[in-house]
């Protein structure tokens, strides 16, 4: 028999067709003011929380999913079409879920904002969060360094 988890979180879209649940609290909260996230979106930002991968379920049904470039994939309700989640594509990644699809987004506060190179000039928020240009630090300059967009 296996165990039953209660989620710590959980959301999904309002149609009900997808819900996913996060096992522990959100451990990485951030938002993404980069053009493959603003695109993913249809924001001008993507506002994230993420945990283990291993923390994270489908709850009910499962999105279609979209690798936006070479490093990461999307996923997105295939009948409504909105954003749900984001994951890089290698094992000690955390898996997001976009914080406005979780049933309580206060549960999950940006702690940093990152991407601000592309971050649109007349937004203004989080201004007193930590912010970080893309690969501002050598491991994460040599991780995205290879990255080709699939975004037309």
């Known amino acids: 028999m296996s165990e039953v988890k209660t989620p710590v979180v959980a959301g999904g ?3 009900g067709a997808v819900r996913y649940a996060l096992h522990v609290a959100p451990e990485n909260a951030p938002v993404c003011h980069c053009r493959v996230c603003r695109r993913a979106t249809g924001g001008l930002f993507a506002a994230l929380a993420g945990a283990p991968t291993n923390a994270f379920a489908w709850s009910r049904g499962e999105p279609a999913v ?4 070479s490093l990461a994939k999307r996923g997105y309700c295939r009948d409504r079409g909105a954003p749900l989640s984001f994951s890089y594509d290698y094992p000690e990644a955390h898996f997001y879920v976009t914080s ?3 049933d309580d987004p206060e549960a999950a506060p940006s702690l940093k904002q990152v991407g601000i190179e592309s971050r649109v000039g007349w937004v203004k928020f989080c201004e007193d969060v930590p912010a970080e240009q893309t690969g501002e630090d050598p491991e994460a300059a040599a991780f995205f360094a290879g990255m080709q967009s699939r975004q037309a």
């Open 13 to 15: 879209r309002q149609c």
């Open 100 to 102: 406005g699809s979780m």
């Open 66 to 69: 979209f690798a936006s470039s």
